[in-house]
């Protein structure tokens, strides 16, 4: 029973990404699912967020507009969707049954994809 994340790389700023959290051994649709990323020296934060509902939530103010976050149950997959990427956006994105970072102290977490905008 596990998350594994996927799409992570080097791009420039402006570019993009589609990051993937491919659910094994259970299903994703019955679990709300966040999108969290902690940069080098920071916190962990909560990006993004799809309820069991499909409703979308984005936590950060940085990230409206950019990133776009959406499920495909056929494929137990969680997707982010990253557009208009900047430096400040690198760092180690993870997956996990839960949209804050206090509930996910009691979540199934992926083990993280790096993503790095640089030029």
């Known amino acids: 029973v596990q998350l594994v994340e996927s799409g992570g790389g080097l791009v420039q700023p402006g570019g993009s990404l589609r990051l993937s959290c491919v659910g094994s051994?259970?299903?994703?649709?019955?679990?709300?699912i966040g999108w969290f990323r902690q940069a080098p020296g920071k916190g962990r934060e909560a990006v993004s967020c799809?309820?069991?509902?499909?409703?979308?939530?984005y936590s950060l103010d940085s990230v409206k507009g950019r990133f776009t976050i959406s499920r495909d149950n056929a494929k137990n997959t969680v997707y982010l969707q990253m557009d208009s990427l900047k430096p400040e956006d690198t760092a180690i994105y993870y997956c996990?049954?839960?949209?804050?970072?206090?509930?996910?102290?009691?979540?199934?977490w992926g083990q993280g994809t790096q993503v790095t905008v640089s030029s």
């Open positions: 051994g259970f299903t994703l649709d019955a679990y709300p």
């Open positions: 996990a049954t839960a949209c804050t970072v206090l509930a996910g102290q009691s979540a199934r």
């Open positions: 799809i309820s069991t509902g499909d409703s979308a939530i």
